[in-house]
């Protein structure tokens, strides 16, 4: 469903002219409450409390049984709108295919101050992955690794063209690693995530949070390295 808001009551009243300013108020509760509430009225859905979510690029908030997510207008300097045909298709593709997802409820656009796509699914009560791990042993770890390649290999199936984006399960955890590509040697695992790392462009985050600095590395060579100490390291301490 479009919704087409009066301009002259504007909702959202936050000023974005660069990635930056979106950064700084995309997790904001109340510079959305009216945008979100007014789409929640026009899908013919009940307001409620709003709170955050795990913060990831877009703007994502629980509002009672639902999740909505508001992408980044054109404005900030990344239209996101083809994130959300991407979500779409892929969500479309996971219900045909027998893969659990959350059920779509309503997506569209808003145009308020700018033109905003919407997405609204349903919330699913559990505890995230990354959470969940910290606390697992790991022989828990390894059929989480095993379950998860399941799910992909059901996705890693032919379908039609979209917008050619290649999607990848990545995760630098060894014993995850292990459990999801089998007996790998830690070389050979090196090889797997460091190949991952060069393809997709959130290969720099991910060097940044589990490696190093990316600028503190003086080549691509000393970043193998580091990754495959890093895998040795993890492996030793595996009971695996």
């Keep these: ?4 808001i009066n301009r002259s009551k504007t909702l959202f009243t936050e000023q974005i002219n660069n990635w930056d300013d979106w950064g700084n108020i995309f997790q904001s509760i109340p510079a959305f409450t009216s945008l979100v509430n007014h789409i929640l009225k026009a899908e013919g859905l009940p307001a409620s409390e709003i709170e955050n979510l795990t913060p990831g690029t877009n ?7 639902y999740v909505v997510k508001i992408y980044a207008p054109a ?12 979500e779409l298709f892929a969500s479309a593709r996971a219900n045909r295919i027998g893969v659990s997802a959350p059920r779509l409820t309503a997506h569209g656009f808003v145009q308020d ?3 905003f796509a919407y997405m609204i699914t349903e919330y699913v009560e559990g505890v995230e992955l990354a959470d969940a791990v910290n606390a697992m042993s790991d022989a828990e770890k390894i059929e989480i690794g095993r379950r998860l390649r399941i799910v992909t290999d059901k996705m890693n199936t032919v379908c039609e063209s979209f917008n050619g984006i290649d999607v990848e399960l990545f995760d630098l955890d060894p014993v995850l690693l292990r459990g999801y590509f089998g007996n790998y040697t830690a070389d050979s695992l090196t090889d797997l995530c460091f190949n991952g790392l060069l393809i997709h462009d959130f290969g720099g985050d991910i060097v940044a949070q589990h490696i190093g600095i990316p600028e503190e590395i003086p080549s691509i060579n000393a970043m193998q390295e580091r990754l495959l100490k890093m895998i040795n390291k993890f492996s030793k301490h595996a009971r695996i």
């Design 1 to 4: 469903m479009n919704v087409e």
């Design 75 to 86: 404005e900030s300097g990344i239209d996101q709108t083809l994130d959300m045909h991407t």
């Design 59 to 65: 703007a994502v908030f629980k509002t009672g049984r």
């Design 113 to 115: 101050k700018y033109r």
